[in-house]
């Protein structure tokens, strides 16, 4: 299928790259439906819509979400779908169903994709290569979160759909979507919260993401705070997020309100003003921000970016992000530190897919080089 879908794009040129990325900022190619229109003056090959999948199931075993986004950071397409359990790992059939779904509602051929980005719980495994670490991990629930019908999501992806396949953990791709397109652009140092699937981070510098040595730095829910804690999925046991979490708030906001209270109804009353609603909301950005205090003394950062995907609750979370900082920092790091809500929305991981090629200049890899390195 790789060779099938060189035969049918061609070798992406260096001109024809910058053609197409100077046309997308001038909001001419792939910013929008009317790109479409482009294939019909014989330039197809301007229009470079970038695919993105994550499984947002991650740890909480939520839903899925599948985009195409310009390469300039416009999201043509975006749609929610499951990631179902299946005996090894998950079945991909409704996502694949949802890719293809997509691509079909903005008119747009696998064969015009320039490439796909899949987010995936767990360590980061970014290579510009072609890699099958799902079968390595050493952890049970990672391998079932990145086993796909069976083998690895990115050689799945990239017998669908034909064209090249990135991974990247998506915790990560938010954090470089806000650093590089959102609310912390231009900016040096970026440690980016995610929030609603589990307590998850991602450190950008100079625009480029910081993984580490084993693909995991900055993942701040993973911070030890209970010695007598349940074991976490990530292998250790007592890890910050298993108190302190979205999901953990959710469950005790419906016990108090007596009904299934979801993300949405929490953002609702919190844009109502609801005392009770801002005041937890409140509580567990501070919880957040305590945490965050040894991250800003580590490192710094010039900002902290927070989940832009919780509508008016993200606003009284960063608050709280803010006041714990504040409480517990050095004064001059505290200060020096912005708080800011994400720029990005929902789809702040969608466009991360995009990020990362520009940042880590995947729009230029060679073809036969990705396709011999397996
Ligand atoms: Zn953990």
């Known amino acids: 299928m ?32 009317g790109s479409a229109g482009l294939q019909g003056v014989g330039l197809k090959l301007l229009v470079m819509p970038v695919l993105w999948a994550v499984p947002g199931a991650l740890i909480a075993a939520h839903g899925t979400a599948v985009g195409i986004v310009s390469p ?67 952890s049970g629930h990672l391998q079932r979160f990145r086993t796909w019908d069976g083998g690895s999501p990115v050689a799945l992806l990239e017998h669908h759909l034909g064209c090249r396949v990135f991974a990247e953990n998506d915790a990560n791709l938010a954090a470089l979507a806000e650093a590089l397109m ?96 801002v005041r937890a909301l409140r509580d567990f950005g501070h919880a957040l921000g305590c945490r965050l205090a040894d991250a800003a003394v580590y490192l710094s950062p010039d900002a902290i970016t927070v989940d832009g995907g919780l509508g008016a609750a993200g606003g009284v979370i960063a608050r709280g ?23 990005c929305g929902e789809s702040a991981a969608l466009i991360g897919g995009v990020a990362l090629a520009h940042s880590e200049g995947l729009f230029q890899v060679d073809r036969a080089t990705w396709g011999s390195s397996s």
């Open 2 to 33: 790789i060779g099938g879908a060189a035969a049918r794009v061609g070798p992406w040129s260096a001109a024809a790259v910058t053609i197409a990325l100077s046309l997308a900022a001038a909001g001419v190619a792939g910013t929008g439906p």
């Open 72 to 138: 300039a950071g416009g999201v043509l397409a975006h749609r929610d779908t499951d990631l179902l359990p299946a005996d090894e790992g998950r079945h991909a059939g409704p996502l694949l169903e949802a890719l293809d779904s997509a691509l079909s509602d903005v008119d747009i051929a696998p064969a015009d994709l320039s490439m796909a980005v899949v987010g995936l719980p767990g360590p980061s495994d970014f290579t510009t290569g072609r890699t099958d670490r799902a079968a390595r991990l050493r």
């Open 182 to 277: 959102g609310a912390a652009v231009g900016l040096e140092t970026v440690l980016h919260v995610s929030l609603r699937h589990g307590t998850g981070a991602g450190l950008v510098i100079h625009g480029r993401l910081h993984r580490g040595r084993h693909g995991l730095a900055g993942e701040i829910g993973h911070l030890h705070s209970d010695d007598d804690g349940a074991l976490c999925q990530c292998g250790a046991r007592g890890c910050f997020w298993q108190s302190q979490s979205l999901s953990s708030l959710l469950e005790q906001l419906s016990e108090t309100h007596a009904r299934n209270l979801t993300l949405r109804d929490v953002a609702a009353a919190a844009d109502a003003e609801d005392q009770d609603v």
């Open 321 to 343: 992000i803010h006041e714990g900082i504040g409480r517990y920092a050095p004064p001059t790091i505290a200060q020096a530190t912005s708080v800011l809500v994400g720029a």
